[in-house]
């Protein structure tokens, strides 16, 4: 049972950060189903409804958010743990977090940024989120704005450029059909491209 609580526990925090079912899942190296069945046991275990399942994915509720912040320094101790672990039984790793299109953009690249040698792994995160540095969860961050917590340090990168594209196949086509722009409904829209197309085009789209 105490077994169980801890790794459900784990699987909170994880679930928690993510907000969606499939990421969360990933991370955790489990099905959706399994991540899913885990919850409810969580659930029944502490007798608490942690999670509203929306169509946008998982949200705490107010006795969730309760949980999270009672289990950050445990949050913090286990990726201590973790990190401990890994230098112990490996070589150190770097875990590095960004965007789809900026993971992409490395992945592209990943011969220039890792070498056999290096002592120690390049561990990419693929996530929209902003995950915290300052509880462990990663140790450099990619992101499109300046950090807002306290302590870390930061470097400016150069901007990324946004541009649209049109399939080769549009060329030439009528004109009402070259207007039209698909778009991200305004409440997944957390990417600056995504806001800069609502902002200028939400009406065409």
């Not at 999670?51 to 009672?70: K, N, P, S």
Request: charge should be negative; proline fraction near 5%.
């Amino acid at each position: 049972m105490k077994v169980r609580l801890l790794d459900n526990l784990n699987a909170f925090l994880v679930l928690a950060a993510c907000g969606t079912l499939s990421e969360a899942a990933q991370r955790l190296s489990c099905s959706p189903a399994t991540l899913s069945r885990r919850m409810q046991q969580l659930e029944e275990d502490v007798g608490l409804k942690l999670f509203d399942r929306v169509q946008a994915g998982y949200v705490l509720t107010e006795d969730g958010h309760d949980v999270l912040e009672q289990l950050e320094p445990f949050q913090c101790a286990y990726a201590g743990f973790e990190q401990w672990l890994s230098a112990k039984s490996r070589r150190p790793q770097v875990r590095v977090s960004a965007g789809s299109w900026t993971m992409k953009f490395l992945s592209m690249h990943i011969g220039a940024l890792c070498k056999p040698e290096d002592g120690f792994e390049v561990v990419f995160i693929t996530s929209e989120d902003r995950l915290n540095i300052k509880k462990r969860e990663i140790d450099i961050g990619l992101r499109s704005s300046p950090p807002a917590e306290i302590g870390l340090a930061s470097k400016r990168l150069p901007p990324v450029e946004f541009a649209p594209y049109v399939a080769v196949g549009a060329v030439g086509a009528d004109e009402a059909v070259m207007e039209r722009w698909l778009g991200i409904a305004p409440e997944f829209a957390t990417t600056n491209s995504s806001r800069w197309l609502l902002e200028h085009h939400a009406v065409r789209w």
